[in-house]
């Protein structure tokens, strides 16, 4: 299994509501990523798990709050977002960090 | 200043052609990776080579190839007879080490229309 999955595929909230998004490898990676993907931009990025731990977070709003439950699972919970944090929201995943990160097809997700 | 540049904004080509995709890329570490992701039209990256800073060996993969350059500070990447299912965005990406561990910065990418 070498893939990485992402649900929800689409998301459309209001500025009040409480959402997650959710994100699963089992290729036995240690380091899991949260990406933002603005259109027409690279990807940037967010946090950075590295054997269930935090390692990086790129000063990211505290609205977004990211979670690891195990090595497979990665989670990130939305809260009192603004519109302009419509994105696509991308996870991966790699056997350890530097290596190539294995990306999942990402949550579109519109704030309202 | 941005750590990794792509100067191409968009290139269009004709199927068959050969075409370069430039990445410059900028870091005062001895340490680093460098890769290559391509993003077609559905959206999901797809990672196309890594390359650490000892190793300027150039990779040849079936129509892809790659040129390491340390004395440039390049990393580009070439199609050879480019086909139209080539059609995608193409970033080069740097890893390197920052505080909480290694971070990877992409370049804007490089939109690669194949026509047929």
């Known amino acids: 299994d070498t893939e990485v999955t992402q649900t929800p595929k689409h998301l459309v909230m209001g500025m009040t509501n409480k959402k997650s998004l959710k994100c699963e490898q089992h290729?036995?990676?240690?380091?899991m990523y949260w990406y933002k993907q603005k259109a027409k931009k690279p990807p940037e990025l967010m946090f950075v798990?590295?054997?269930?731990?935090?390692?990086i977070n790129e000063s990211v709003p505290s609205r977004f709050s990211p979670e690891c439950p195990n090595s497979s699972l990665l989670n990130l919970h939305l809260h009192a977002l603004q519109p302009e944090d419509s994105a696509l929201y991308l996870c991966?995943?790699?056997?350890?960090?530097?290596?190539?990160?294995?990306f999942g097809p990402g949550t579109r997700l519109t704030v309202l | 200043a941005q750590k990794v540049t792509q100067a191409q904004t968009e290139i269009s080509v004709v199927e068959k052609e050969d075409v370069t995709l430039d990445c410059v890329y900028e870091?005062?570490?001895?340490?680093?990776?460098l890769f290559w992701y391509k993003q077609p039209p559905s959206g999901e990256l797809v990672f196309l080579i890594r390359?650490?800073?000892?190793?300027?060996q150039n990779e040849i993969s079936g129509r892809y190839s790659w040129n390491f350059q340390k004395s440039t500070s390049s990393f580009n990447f070439t199609i050879t007879a480019s086909q139209v299912v080539d059609s995608a965005v193409y970033f080069c990406a740097l890893s390197e080490l920052d505080t909480g561990g290694f971070k990877t910065i992409f370049g804007a990418g490089t939109r690669l229309f194949v026509k047929a």
């Open positions: 870091t005062r570490d001895t340490t680093y990776y």
């Open positions: 991966a995943s790699s056997q350890g960090v530097p290596n190539e990160q294995f």
């Open positions: 798990y590295s054997y269930e731990k935090l390692s």
């Open positions: 290729m036995g990676h240690r380091a």
């Open positions: 390359r650490n800073s000892f190793d300027e």
